[in-house]
């Protein structure tokens, strides 16, 4: 009898097997054969392992117990040769593997390009040595050993590797100012502050690449001569801040982090702190101010951090993103990464999908991709089949771009020239029912509860362009509003002093350009066309009601009165016109008006 | 029996106050300790009362006034106690997008209180917050650190219910 010393249980349930279950364990066999080992492994039938449907066609390898899903025929090589020849599980399609993965980032459509992301699901965070498998350390050990400062420098300024933040400002000058600044101790700060609403994309490379991000700093603070950096994270993230001290731990624990690092006679040290919950702190100085213990508020640039950053020391700031850039276009070479990209850009940028498009979640692509590229062939277009409207980039400071920079390719350059800002890279996706007045406010909102109230034009001009846009929502705005708004608009964005302020204007400045017409329907006909501003609509109940109650047992006010089986009415003196009927009815018998 | 007029503060609590002290001395030596402490103060004692900030004035040698200045400024930080479990809406813009102010207007029908406000029993306080980082999951609720994703008006409830029963069960 022959001595296996692996053996394949194959999933034979009939969705298994639609899904091409019998292919890929003919393919399996070839495989074993081509690697010469199909005689010390057997292959069973077995009639069900996992969910077929989500997890089929799967399989299950013992000894080991590995629990293979979602398996193509494409994929049986490499699983051959990583588990049976190198004796390691292949990641991708391992079921204890995949609940690292999850719908925040999912497998790669065709037209991205991961960098930034290649790793996340595929490595265990927690774990260094998953990091260091996939080629991690590497550029760091290059650096340290085959590089000088100025060397360093000089590549990431030929790579042209702009700051991922939101400015765009080129990594290696920033790295040079700070290398030549006089003074000393000099500061490397990771900006993971992360505020814009609507972007998580730093929080998943904290949480499922951390590394990454630690040997871009360790690598920018040899090129900087900086001995001690700071991540500064945002209080909203615990699971990312937990992480992140992991690795740091174990990093120190490897002799990347520390002491003597690799050996040689560099020493860089690196501390988590967390902010408290307020957006400006994202800015470069008030983040500083925040890490000395202080108010988050703002201050005059220049100087700048680069001269007089950290307890007025020279500070090298850059974001989550920028700093993983940069272990990558070490290892893989300048002319690798300036392949990527457009002419001004280069590399891959990550942007966080959210809002009405059909595929949520994290994408990456090369700068120079089209919004439409981005929004219908990756994102999958707009959820419901519903029309598209508008996809409002960069944040609260950012703008709304309407159908016709829908050809826009994506970069720095263009997304400023159209009117709105690259930001951190949130893409919140609106449809058709969306209110471009109501989003203009929403932002204006936002902005104002966010100011800190340092300087007049900021703190007083966001309320008032605020209660102007109120005013316009609830049905009462007048014709002057518009200029009013203008000018206001103008005003805030010359005379702030930061860069919340002198951006809080670019969503009503954004929506006046583009949607001027739902301003008008809003302030002459009291109309708010998408159906959205609570004062200009109302809810009713058509004939299509079939009496099932569902509306009036979901209304949060008791509006709704009906007999089952009977047709629904809807006192409009309770009705606070929130649109849940509207929503829950499965009859389609509830309309706005 | 007598009662105190005075509530009891953590500072003044034999069971909190080594937590407290605890917490100044291992940051007190930190460069921007500060905020340190404050953050670890916030999330194992539950809030900051005057008491306590001037205490942490005092024992990291810094003005109270300072100290005031930050936990004003910064949202996380909060100055009175909260219910014993917070239900946080996103208001980010993915959820707004969403119809974050459905379920909202959803949690004022069920508990009875607006955002801000904390019930009578102490039990639950409901919060708006800014942008989880949950977006492509919007709306999303957060349950006492527990991020609930794609929630509609049915699925609250039932997250209500899950706080109370758990409750009841403990
Ligand atoms: C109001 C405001 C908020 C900001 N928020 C962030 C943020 O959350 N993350 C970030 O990296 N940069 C943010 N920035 C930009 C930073 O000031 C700074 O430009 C950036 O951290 C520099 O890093 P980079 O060159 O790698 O982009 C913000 C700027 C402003 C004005
Ligand atoms: S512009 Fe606004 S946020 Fe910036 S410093 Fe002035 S008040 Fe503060
Ligand atoms: S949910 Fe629709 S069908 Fe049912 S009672 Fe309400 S309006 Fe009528
Ligand atoms: S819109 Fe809201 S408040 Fe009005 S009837 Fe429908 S569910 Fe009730
Ligand atoms: S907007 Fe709600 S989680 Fe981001």
Redesign the interface.
Same mark, same amino acid.
């Given at each position: 009898m022959a001595y296996y010393r692996s053996t394949i249980l194959v999933s034979m349930d009939p969705i298994c097997i639609e899904k091409g279950a019998i292919q890929i364990k003919e393919q399996i066999i070839e495989e074993l054969k081509l690697q010469k080992i199909q005689d010390e492994v057997e292959i069973l039938d077995i009639p069900r392992i996992g969910d077929p449907e989500t997890e089929g066609p799967d399989i299950l390898v013992y000894p080991e117990g590995s629990h293979y899903i979602a398996l193509t025929t494409e994929s049986v090589r490499p699983l051959v040769v990583e588990h049976f020849i190198k004796g390691r599980e292949l990641k991708q399609y391992s079921a204890r593997m995949r609940d690292l993965m999850d719908e925040e980032v999912r497998e790669p459509k065709e037209k991205e390009v991961r960098v930034i992301l290649e790793n996340i699901g595929k490595i265990d965070p927690r774990n260094i040595e998953d990091y260091i498998a996939v080629d991690g350390y590497q550029a760091l050990a290059k650096v340290l050993t085959e590089m000088t400062p100025q060397e360093v420098i000089q590549t990431i300024l030929d790579s042209k590797l702009r700051g991922r933040g939101g400015a765009g400002f080129p990594a290696g000058l920033k790295w040079k100012f700070a290398h030549q600044a006089p003074g000393s101790p000099k500061y490397m700060v990771c900006n993971a502050d992360e505020g814009d609403p609507g972007a998580f994309m730093n929080r998943k490379v904290l949480e499922g690449d951390p590394h990454s991000v630690i040997e871009g700093m360790v690598i920018g603070a040899y090129a900087v001569g900086s001995n001690q950096g700071y991540v500064y994270c945002r209080a909203e993230y615990p699971i990312a801040v937990s992480t992140l001290n992991i690795a740091i731990k174990q990093a120190k624990e490897y002799g990347l982090l520390g002491k003597n690092i690799m050996g040689t006679d560099f020493t860089f040290d690196l501390e988590v702190r967390m902010g408290a919950g307020a957006f400006v702190c994202g800015e470069e100085t008030a983040l500083i101010a925040s890490i000395e213990g202080s108010r988050g508020e703002p201050r005059v640039r220049p100087p700048f951090p680069a001269t007089k950053g950290l307890w007025g020391k020279p500070t090298n700031i850059n974001n989550v993103e920028t700093y993983a850039n940069v272990p990558k276009i070490i290892h893989r070479g300048l002319d690798w990464y300036t392949s990527l990209g457009s002419e001004k850009s280069k590399g891959t940028k990550t942007f966080a999908l959210a809002g009405d498009v059909s595929h949520t979640g994290l994408i990456e692509v090369p700068f120079g991709m089209t919004l439409r590229e981005i929004i219908f062939d990756i994102g999958g277009g707009i959820k419901g089949g519903k029309g598209y409207k508008a996809v409002q980039t960069g944040g609260p400071m950012g703008g709304c771009l309407p159908t016709k920079y829908l050809d826009l390719a994506v970069d720095y350059e263009t997304l400023g020239a159209a009117g709105s800002i690259m930001g951190s890279g949130g893409m919140v996706v609106m449809d058709e029912d969306t209110c471009m007045v109501d989003i203009a406010r929403f932002f204006m909102e936002f902005t104002q509860e966010e100011s800190c109230g340092k300087c007049v034009p900021c703190r007083v001009g966001t309320r008032r362009i605020l209660e102007i846009l109120e005013r316009i929502c609830a049905g009462e705005g007048i014709p002057e509003d518009i200029p009013m708004l203008r000018s206001l608009c103008d005003e805030i964005k010359q005379d702030s002093l930061c860069g919340l302020g002198q951006g809080a204007p670019n969503p009503v400045v954004s929506t006046l350009t583009h949607f001027l017409d739902e301003y008008e329907a809003h302030i002459y006909e009291k109309r708010c066309p998408a159906k959205v501003c609570r004062n200009l609509i109302s809810y009713h109940i058509t004939d299509n009601c079939t009496g099932c109650t569902v509306c009036a047992r979901n209304c949060p006010v008791s509006a709704i009165t009906g007999e089952r089986k009977l047709l629904h009415v809807i006192d409009q003196d309770v009705c606070i016109r929130c649109g849940i009927c509207y929503q829950v009815c499965n009859f389609d018998a509830v309309e706005v008006n | 029996m007598t009662s105190t007029t005075q509530p009891t503060d953590p500072l003044y609590n034999p069971k909190m106050r080594p937590i407290i002290d605890k917490i100044i001395e291992d940051s007190i030596d930190l =460069?921007?300790? /500060?905020?340190?402490v /404050?953050?670890n103060l916030?999330s194992k004692i539950g809030y900051l009362s005057a008491p306590m900030q001037e205490y942490v004035a005092e024992a990291l040698s810094i003005p109270v006034s300072?100290v005031h200045?930050?936990v004003s %400024? *910064?949202? %996380?930080?909060t100055t009175v106690p909260r219910g014993k479990h917070v239900i946080k809406f996103?208001?980010?813009?993915? !959820? *707004?997008?969403?119809?974050i102010?459905?379920l909202i =207007? #959803?949690a #004022?029908?069920v508990i009875g209180i607006e955002p801000g406000q904390t019930t009578s029993d102490g039990m639950i306080t409901l919060e708006i917050?800014? !942008?989880?980082?949950? !977006?492509?999951?919007?709306p999303v609720v957060v349950v006492d650190?527990v991020i609930n994703g794609r929630v #509609?008006?049915?699925k609250f409830e039932k997250i209500v219910q899950n706080v109370l029963k758990e409750e009841a069960a403990a």
């Open positions: - | =460069d921007g300790g /500060l905020m340190v /404050l953050n916030q300072k200045g930050v %400024f *910064y949202s %996380f930080f996103c208001i980010g813009t993915a !959820c *707004y997008v969403g119809g102010n459905q =207007d #959803k #004022k029908q917050c800014r !942008c989880v980082g949950a !977006c492509s999951q919007a650190e #509609k008006s049915s």
